[in-house]
C-alpha cells in the first residue's frame, strides 16, 4: 500500500515533535526534538519541477546507513520568505537594481506567502515583519536606503540574525533571499559559525550577487566594532569609542584605508584587489547556498524574474522528508544523501546537518 500523504497541519506538528507516553502511572507525555527535517528539489535536466513521487520513491542515507523516513510531505504549501537587501556603500551604483529585484520577487508572492524586509549596512535593521500584504512589503523596499555615513556590510549577521530571531519556532517551507554583492565587511559572526548555524537549520538560503566597483570614501569606516575603532577622521567612533583598530580598517585615519582619502594603487593594482573581492564575495555566497541546498545566481545572467518565479516553484512544491537519528549517534556533523528512484533527474537537499550533545 502506498505511504499517505501527511497534510501540512499534520507536517507542521509531527515535523518537529513525536509524543511518546511512559510507562508509569501519571501517563507523563516525553517530547522527542530529535526529529531531522531534510527539504528536498526534485527536478529535470531542465530545471522543471518533478511532481507525483511517493515516499517509496526516495532514501535517507545518514552517514551511508540507510534510515527510515518518518515523515513525507509534497503537497503545495504556502513559503516564508526574508529578503535581505544590501544597503552598504558599496553598492550604491545597483542599489536602485537590487530594489527593482526585490519588487519583482513580491509580485510573484500568493496571498498565503509570507515575506519581510531586512536591510543590512552597518547594521542589520527590520523594515518590515512578516507579512502577507504585498504594499507593505513593496513600501519597506521603496524606503531602503544607504546610510550617509557610517560603513559595514553585516552580511553574515543579517543571515545569522534572520535563521536564529526571525524564523525561530517558524515551521514549514522557509527561505532567505539575499541580494548583496557579497563584501562583508564587519560582520561580528565568523563564516564557520553562520555555516554551523545553517546546518542546524532547514531554512533555504538563495543568494543573488550584484558585481560592485570598490568605493573609497573620503572617511573611516562606521561603526568601529565594540572594540573601539571609531569610524570618522580623528577616530571618532560616533556610538562606539574611538582609538585605532577595531572590526574595520582605517580607525581613525582620515580617509579610511588611504590618508585623504585617494586611493593610491596604480589601476592595475586595484583591478587585481577587485577581482580578488569579488571571488571572495562569490565564495561566500555560494558557502550559504550550498549548505542549506538553495542556489546561486548572478544579476549579470539578466531575467532575474524568471529565477525568482523559479525559486518559489521549488518552494512551494518541494518535498520534505524527516527521519530520526540512531539512538547512539554522535554530536556533530552527519552527513546526508538523498537518493530518488527515477532516471534522469536532479536532486537537492543539504548534504548534512549538525546535532547536538545529548
Do not use: W
Not at 554551523?196 to 568605493?215: N, Q
Not at 549517534?329 to 548534504?351: L, M, T, Y
Amino acid at each position: 500500500m502506498k505511504p499517505r500523504l501527511i497534510c501540512c497541519a499534520a507536517m507542521a506538528m509531527l515535523a518537529f515533535a513525536a509524543v511518546s507516553r511512559s510507562q508509569g502511572t501519571d501517563d507523563t507525555i516525553k517530547v522527542d526534538t530529535r526529529l531531522v527535517s531534510v527539504p528536498v528539489i526534485v527536478s529535470d535536466h531542465d530545471g522543471r519541477y518533478v511532481p507525483n513521487l511517493q515516499q517509496s520513491d526516495f532514501k535517507v542515507l545518514q552517514d551511508g546507513n540507510e534510515q527510515q523516513i518518518a515523515f513525507f510531505g509534497a503537497a503545495e504549501e504556502p513559503v516564508t520568505v526574508a529578503i535581505l537587501i544590501d544597503t552598504s556603500q558599496s553598492t550604491h551604483a545597483v542599489l536602485g537594481d537590487i530594489k527593482d529585484s526585490a519588487k519583482s520577487f513580491v509580485k510573484l508572492l500568493q496571498p498565503k506567502d509570507r515575506a519581510m524586509v531586512v536591510t543590512f549596512d552597518y547594521d542589520v535593521h527590520i523594515l518590515s515583519p512578516l507579512t502577507s500584504d504585498q504594499d507593505q512589503l513593496k513600501d519597506a523596499i521603496k524606503h531602503a536606503q544607504i546610510p550617509d555615513r557610517l560603513v559595514g556590510t553585516m552580511l553574515r549577521d543579517a543571515v545569522y540574525q534572520t535563521v536564529s530571531k526571525s524564523f525561530q519556532g517558524i515551521n514549514g517551507r522557509k527561505a532567505i533571499i539575499v541580494l548583496t554583492d557579497g563584501k562583508d565587511a564587519g560582520s561580528y559572526i565568523r563564516t564557520p559559525d553562520l555555516l554551523y548555524r545553517l546546518e542546524e537549520s532547514d531554512t533555504m538560503v538563495y543568494t543573488v550577487m550584484f558585481k560592485t566597483v570598490e568605493r573609497m570614501p573620503n572617511r573611516g569606516f562606521g561603526r568601529g566594532g565594540v572594540l573601539g575603532g571609531g569610524g570618522f577622521p580623528g577616530g571618532r567612533g560616533g556610538r562606539f569609542p574611538g582609538g585605532g583598530g577595531g572590526r574595520f580598517p582605517g580607525g581613525g585615519r582620515p580617509g579610511g584605508n588611504f590618508p585623504g582619502g585617494r586611493d593610491r594603487r596604480d589601476p592595475q593594482q586595484r583591478q587585481e584587489r577587485e577581482k580578488e573581492q569579488n571571488a571572495e564575495a562569490a565564495d561566500l555566497l555560494k558557502d550559504l547556498s550550498d549548505t542549506t541546498a538553495g542556489r546561486f545566481f548572478s544579476s549579470k545572467d539578466g531575467k532575474l524574474k524568471k529565477t525568482f518565479a523559479e525559486i518559489l516553484e521549488e518552494l512551494r512544491f518541494q518535498y520534505r522528508l524527516g527521519f530520526y537519528p540512531p539512538d547512539d549517534e554522535h554530536a556533530g556533523v552527519h552527513q546526508i544523501r538523498v537518493k530518488v528512484d527515477r532516471e534522469n533527474i536532479v536532486v537537492r537537499a543539504r548534504s548534512s546537518y549538525r546535532s547536538q550533545a545529548k
